[in-house]
């Protein structure tokens, strides 16, 4: 077999299977922080998690689909603070985690890009650069951020992912592996015996023969899951399982991982209290609560951070949905967290404060945001966050 053709073959072999891998992903992780990156893809309805119960504009803006001020009707917003509650949907998961401290919100986050278009904001936050001048589509934020940490400790990186994300596209060597069906890690034993011999003595020895050990261990793991859900009846393939894969995984490799969840795009009958959105929301809930169970002791080490490329309409549109919007609410939680608080800059929500009188106004600008935590989270000094957000000045929330 020629080089050619061994390399096609185990390029064919990567798409087939949901591993992939672009470096040195197995030695032992060196930081004790993890931080995990969730990509919410479609633009989610951030007035729905993050209820205004003070705006009576907000009720006015929803006349179908409003979720109520808290009270004592189950359907009612959970209250967290005077201004803002949260949707019931996340009562048995995510609620109890505000007051004890793991869960703070900031809204009206996210990028000035004013597309409005799902792929080209995805892009425009995934690459992390200045909205003017020119764009490297070879590096993401996250990859430059696990480059800057590598400098000093070895920190695994690993996208749970099909593709490489954008934002984990670049110099430093990240891995990617979907966890979403495991059944298809699986290969034959020879197939990686000739590929392995084929990079033997060369440069891409190590990381060709440290891919196959990773997927070993998937393949191993699948094993296991797959035994203990004949008995032990594990019941679907949503995103709870995937969350307890992906934690599994980062507690005992990976300090740094990125996912991404899909089907936020809310056009049409989104619901209100209850719903297709509310169902998203207590399945998202029901994986982060599995997320944290999964990682045990390391979740007091442990920092999630939850994203979209933008918000929604603050009006509901003719079809009980909501359409593109600008603004959103990002998520921060885990064991190191200084949550139980709504972050960031603010503003009343009264008619003559929207967005180009539609959405929410960005006020939290995500580069600065992330940057911050960052920051917190790794110490990092102000010449390595510029490499991580180029002419960014960090915004501390104090969220850590």
């Given at each position: 077999?020629?080089?050619r053709?061994?390399l096609?073959?185990?390029?064919a072999?990567?798409a087939?299977?949901?591993?992939?891998?672009?470096?040195?992903?197995?030695?032992?992780?060196?930081?004790?922080?993890?931080?995990?990156?969730?990509?919410?893809?479609?633009?989610?309805?951030?007035?729905?998690?993050?209820?205004?119960?003070?705006?009576?504009?907000?009720?006015?803006?929803?006349?179908?689909?409003?979720?109520?001020?808290?009270?004592?009707?189950?359907?009612?917003?959970?209250?967290?603070?005077?201004?803002?509650?949260?949707?019931?949907?996340?009562?048995?998961?995510?609620?109890?985690?505000?007051?004890?401290?793991?869960?703070?919100?900031?809204?009206?986050?996210?990028?000035?890009?004013?597309?409005?278009?799902?792929f080209?904001?995805?892009?425009?936050?995934?690459?992390?650069?200045?909205?003017?001048?020119?764009?490297?589509?070879?590096?993401?934020?996250?990859?430059?951020?696990?480059?800057?940490?590598?400098?000093?400790?070895n920190?695994?990186?690993?996208?749970?992912?099909?593709?490489?994300?954008?934002?984990?596209?670049g110099?430093?060597?990240?891995?990617?592996?979907?966890?979403?069906?495991?059944?298809?890690?699986?290969?034959?034993?020879?197939?990686?015996?000739?590929?392995?011999?084929?990079?033997?003595?060369?440069?891409?020895?190590?990381?060709?023969?440290?891919?196959?050990?990773?997927?070993?261990?998937?393949?191993?793991?699948?094993?296991?899951?797959?035994?203990?859900?004949?008995?032990?009846?594990?019941?679907?393939?949503?995103?709870?399982?995937?969350?307890?894969?992906?934690?599994?995984?980062?507690?005992?490799?990976?300090?740094?991982?990125?996912?991404?969840?899909?089907?936020?795009?809310?056009?049409?009958?989104?619901?209100?209290?209850?719903?297709?959105?509310?169902?998203?929301?207590?399945?998202?809930?029901?994986?982060?609560?599995?997320?944290?169970?999964?990682?045990?002791?390391?979740?007091?080490?442990?920092?999630?951070?939850?994203?979209?490329?933008?918000?929604?309409?603050?009006?509901?549109?003719?079809?009980?949905?909501?359409?593109?919007?600008?603004?959103?609410?990002?998520?921060?939680?885990?064991?190191?967290?200084?949550?139980?608080?709504?972050?960031?800059?603010?503003?009343?929500?009264?008619?003559?404060?929207?967005?180009?009188?539609?959405?929410?106004?960005?006020?939290?600008?995500?580069?600065?945001?992330?940057?911050?935590?960052?920051?917190?989270?790794?110490?990092?000094?102000?010449?390595?966050?510029?490499?991580?957000f180029?002419?960014?000045k960090?915004?501390?929330?104090?969220?850590?």
């Amino acid at each position: 077999m020629n080089r050619r053709l061994a390399l096609s073959r185990l390029l064919a072999l990567s798409a087939l299977s949901p591993l992939t891998w672009s470096g040195s992903v197995m030695a032992a992780p060196a930081s004790e922080q993890k931080l995990l990156l969730v990509f919410l893809r479609g633009g989610y309805d951030a007035c729905h998690l993050l209820v205004p119960t003070a705006s009576n504009y907000y009720y006015e803006s929803r006349p179908n689909i409003a979720i109520a001020r808290p009270g004592p009707d189950p359907r009612a917003a959970l209250p967290l603070t005077a201004d803002w509650g949260l949707h019931p949907a996340l009562r048995n998961s995510l609620y109890p985690w505000f007051g004890s401290g793991e869960l703070a919100f900031i809204p009206f986050a996210g990028t000035d890009d004013l597309s409005r278009s799902h792929f080209e904001t995805q892009d425009s936050i995934e690459l992390g650069q200045p909205l003017s001048g020119r764009r490297d589509f070879h590096s993401g934020f996250m990859n430059r951020l696990a480059a800057v940490l590598n400098e000093n400790k070895n920190v695994p990186t690993m996208a749970f992912t099909d593709q490489l994300p954008l934002a984990m596209q670049g110099s430093a060597r990240v891995g990617n592996t979907s966890l979403k069906n495991l059944s298809k890690v699986q290969m034959e034993p020879r197939q990686s015996q000739i590929i392995e011999q084929m990079y033997r003595k060369t440069t891409l020895a190590q990381p060709v023969q440290e891919g196959f050990s990773v997927r070993q261990d998937i393949a191993t793991e699948m094993q296991q899951e797959m035994g203990a859900a004949s008995r032990a009846a594990i019941s679907s393939k949503g995103f709870a399982l995937e969350a307890q894969r992906v934690a599994k995984l980062m507690r005992d490799k990976y300090p740094l991982g990125f996912i991404d969840v899909g089907g936020w795009d809310t056009h049409v009958d989104q619901g209100g209290a209850q719903g297709m959105l509310a169902n998203k929301f207590e399945e998202f809930g029901r994986g982060l609560a599995a997320y944290r169970e999964e990682m045990g002791a390391a979740w007091r080490d442990t920092t999630v951070v939850v994203i979209s490329e933008f918000g929604r309409t603050f009006r509901e549109n003719g079809k009980r949905g909501t359409d593109h919007g600008h603004g959103s609410v990002y998520w921060v939680l885990g064991g190191a967290v200084r949550g139980g608080k709504i972050a960031g800059e603010q503003i009343a929500l009264t008619p003559g404060q929207l967005f180009q009188n539609r959405d929410y106004p960005v006020l939290n600008e995500y580069r600065a945001v992330l940057a911050g935590l960052f920051a917190r989270l790794y110490g990092l000094n102000e010449q390595q966050l510029s490499r991580v957000f180029d002419n960014v000045k960090a915004r501390d929330l104090a969220l850590l």
